[in-house]
């Protein structure tokens, strides 16, 4: 694969101008894939050792991969936000907060907002509460489906077959906007059949999920277990994603479609001594995979310059031509990318508040209670087990960061049931 840093927004337009010569210059569609839990070291396009992801790979081959992505919290709520506003974790305010969760300010524009008001069909397909009507995350799709079955299995196959039903309803025009959020990788790891032995070879822990004597997390045949399971669900995911490519191909409508591949967070396997996700903000949660291809992309790209969930509001507007609204902090990834730019993460879970600022290979991570911070080098320790010195200049900036003032009026759900739920998955502790 060939490295690249950046390639002319000018060179894109008129590949775009080519490409869509057939359809009468149309604006290409939007295929947005949000993919819950999954961190971008557990991919092949990103070095893993396991065949997780072949259609994950194949996508990245096609087009852009970003290598150092990182989410701007470690859980589904606020990173999904990010994604669709453009903004950081302090500047939307969306999160759990005095036993108060915080949804979206409904004046401030979104991805399907933005493009509902460009004249684009927009639809939502996603399987958590959290992307719901209740945290004002449906707003701007025309159509929108939440499929949530509590305690199945395999939904990522319902939520295909919706889209694809959407896709085949005659009354559908281009240009679009699908957004689809899949959600089987999360917790519980029980992927379907065969895929539940692709690389877990025995079954007799009889375990799909952490037990509840934290005892036993350190077990290191335990963990090995449920980290095959979870890889396992990673490629039940990835062969739902080609079931979808494969389907919008014979139906037309790839050739004109940008895909965008996104997490919302990672997981952790006890790296840091906890599991799951919404515990801290090391790389295991925060690194996540941003993939582009589609119309005017060029094959095989990689970028190496940190970038943000943040980022892929502005980066699609810019690919339509669409003006950015001022006060998105996010940057298009289709023009110069910074090299010392610093991308900022930061979230309360667990009841800890904790804000991480990246800069280059440097990382600070501060937390608010004790006040401490960790300082690493993620270039020569990408596991982040050698303490440095603390960086007092990206300290400050982390400080700073947490200072800034939300830029929204986040809306307030005081819902017991959404309190419960966020227990009941492990959000509340």
């Known amino acids: 694969m060939k ?58 081959a096609s087009g852009i991969i970003f290598m150092n992505c990182h989410a701007q919290s470690s859980w589904t709520l606020p990173g999904m ?22 949804g979206l300010d409904l004046e401030m524009p979104t991805i399907a907002t933005i493009l509902q008001n460009q004249g684009y069909s927009t639809a939502g397909f996603v399987q958590s509460e959290y992307l719901g009507n209740e945290f004002g995350m449906d707003k701007g799709y025309d159509s929108f489906w939440i499929l949530v079955s509590e305690g199945a299995s395999a939904m990522d196959s319902v939520t295909i077959d919706t889209l694809l039903n959407y896709f085949s309803a005659s009354e559908i025009e281009e240009p679009f906007l699908a957004t689809i959020h899949l959600y089987d990788p999360h917790s519980p790891y029980a992927p379907p059949s065969p895929f539940d032995t692709l690389f877990e070879q025995s079954d007799s822990l009889q375990l799909y999920d952490w037990p509840a004597d934290t005892d036993l997390w350190e077990n290191p045949v335990l963990i090995e277990h449920l980290k095959a399971l979870y890889d396992s669900e990673i490629r039940w995911t990835d062969s739902q994603l080609s079931r979808l490519l494969h389907s919008m191909r014979e139906m037309n409508l790839l050739d004109n479609t940008l895909v965008i591949l996104v997490a919302d967070h990672g997981e952790e396997f006890m790296e840091h001594g906890s599991t799951g996700h919404a515990s801290n903000l090391y790389q295991e949660t925060i690194h996540v995979p941003l993939i582009m291809s589609g119309p005017g992309i060029e094959p095989e ?128 502790r």
């Open 301 to 428: 790209t990689i970028i190496s310059q940190n970038v943000g969930q943040l980022d892929v509001l502005p980066t699609v507007l810019d690919y339509l031509n669409i003006p950015v609204p001022d006060h998105v902090e996010g940057i298009s990834l289709l023009g110069t990318i910074p090299a010392d730019r610093i991308i900022p993460s930061s979230g309360i879970v667990f009841g800890t508040a904790s804000a991480v600022c990246l800069q280059e290979s440097m990382k600070v991570m501060w937390f608010v209670q004790p006040d401490s911070s960790e300082t690493f080098n993620l270039l020569v320790d990408p596991g982040e087990r050698t303490l440095l010195p603390t960086d007092s200049l990206l300290l400050e900036e982390v400080l700073s960061y947490w200072a800034w003032p939300c830029v929204c009026t986040p809306t307030q759900n005081d819902s017991i049931h959404m309190i419960d739920k966020l227990r009941e998955i492990g959000y509340i």
């Open 81 to 102: 936000t990010s994604i669709y506003t453009g903004l950081s974790e302090k500047s939307h305010g969306c999160g759990h907060y005095n036993n108060r969760v915080y």
């Open 3 to 60: 490295v690249s840093i950046v390639f002319p927004a000018l060179f894109l337009v008129l590949l775009l101008s080519s490409c869509a010569g057939d359809k009468e210059n149309q604006q290409p569609n939007i295929l947005l894939v949000l993919v819950d839990t999954i961190v971008a070291d557990h991919l092949g396009c990103y070095g893993y050792y396991r065949e997780t992801s072949p259609t994950i790979d194949s996508l990245a």
